[in-house]
């Protein structure tokens, strides 16, 4: 579609003002609002549940977008921006997020956040705040933009508007683009409910590929699958692709993720590095990095990084992983191409 959807509106965002924060959160939501002045264009929010990450945006909107604002810096609740923003109708504060189903309307929800929304969300921005100095857009998740949208976005974080802030959500900011990142002020959230502790089940080595110190149950629920393709990669040549494309619960991205960290710490291994996303299978990555061929694991990591684009695509997944992985044993063992 070339024209912006109704459910791509920016406007109608409810926060909940008087919605109490975990301690920690709360000290960090009153450090920034004491930088009002100072306060920085855009940040990345990251770590904790997502729900935390919301209630910490809306805090920090609701303190920057208030006429009143209280010593500490957060809202008054009772000024004429804090009743604008209780009703949903504060012009001053957008969301920007994937499309959500409407049944009536025919349309299935989204997991992606679509360009044409950026877009109108940059013509936006290009305006005057309506009701006050400053205007706030909260973008949940930043992952859920590709990266044409974010490249997209991107101009506005290297010359943003002034009077501006935008908050950038992401339970994994490594998906966003490096040039993205590095244009936002980090803000790192941990909540505790979900970080990984002593006899809690979660398996270290899960930890070290996900790099993540509290993976959520969402992010943990691929790794037995992903875990199980890492065993069939480590077989070298020996791979057997039928039964690896076929290893129950492995999804096209959770397949990907794999590949693309075990590639490339091949190519670290290859190369006398260590591996930075498999550590633990070390000795692994060492047996199959000595038989296979450079050229091919990195001609390999640039067609993974091609594939990543259609991880999301509603495609039959075990044939798609087969594929996949047969072009990964034929590039990087070469007596496997002839035996194919």
């Not at 950026?118 to 005057?128: K, N, Y």
């Not at 129950?248 to 190519?267: E, F, I, K, M, Q």
């Not at 990195?298 to 996949?324: C, F, N, S, Y």
């Amino acid at each position: 579609m070339s024209q912006v959807d109704a459910g791509d509106s920016l406007l109608g965002h409810v926060p909940d003002i008087g919605a109490s924060l975990p301690t920690a959160h709360a000290a960090q939501v009153e450090r920034l609002l004491a930088r009002r002045s100072v306060f920085p264009h855009a940040l990345l929010i990251s770590g904790g549940m997502a729900r935390d990450l919301a209630r910490l945006a809306d805090a920090l909107a609701v303190g920057l977008l208030c006429d009143a604002p209280q010593a500490d810096g957060t809202a008054c609740g009772v000024c004429a921006a804090c009743r604008l923003l209780a009703a949903g109708n504060h012009p001053d504060l957008l969301r920007l997020r994937p499309l959500e189903a409407d049944e009536a309307a025919g349309r299935k929800a989204s997991s992606q956040i679509r360009i044409e929304a950026v877009r109108q969300l940059i013509g936006t921005l290009a305006l005057s705040p309506h009701h006050g100095r400053c205007r706030v857009c909260i973008i949940d998740p930043a992952e859920a933009m590709n990266s044409a949208t974010a490249n997209a976005l991107l101009k506005v974080l290297e010359e943003p508007p002034a009077g501006n802030v935008l908050l950038l959500l992401s339970r994994r900011p490594m998906r966003l683009l490096p040039t993205l990142r590095s244009r936002c002020l980090p803000i790192r959230l941990i909540d505790e409910s979900t970080m990984v502790k002593p006899g809690d089940g979660v398996e270290p080595e899960m930890v070290a590929f996900l790099r993540d110190a509290d993976p959520d149950p969402v992010a943990r629920a691929p790794w037995p699958a992903q875990r199980a393709l890492v065993d069939a990669l480590a077989r070298g040549e020996g791979l057997g692709v039928p039964a690896a494309s076929r290893i129950s619960g492995l999804t096209l991205p959770a397949a990907l993720a794999v590949l693309s960290r075990w590639t490339h710490d091949l190519a670290r291994v290859k190369a006398g590095g260590v591996p930075r996303f498999l550590p633990f299978r070390a000795a692994e990555l060492a047996r199959v990095a000595a038989l296979a061929d450079l050229q091919g694991i990195l001609h390999m990591g640039k067609r993974l990084a091609e594939w990543q684009r259609h991880a999301d695509h509603p495609l039959i997944a075990p044939l798609t992983v087969a594929d996949i992985l047969l072009e990964y044993r034929a590039e990087l063992f070469p007596s496997a191409r002839t035996a194919a």
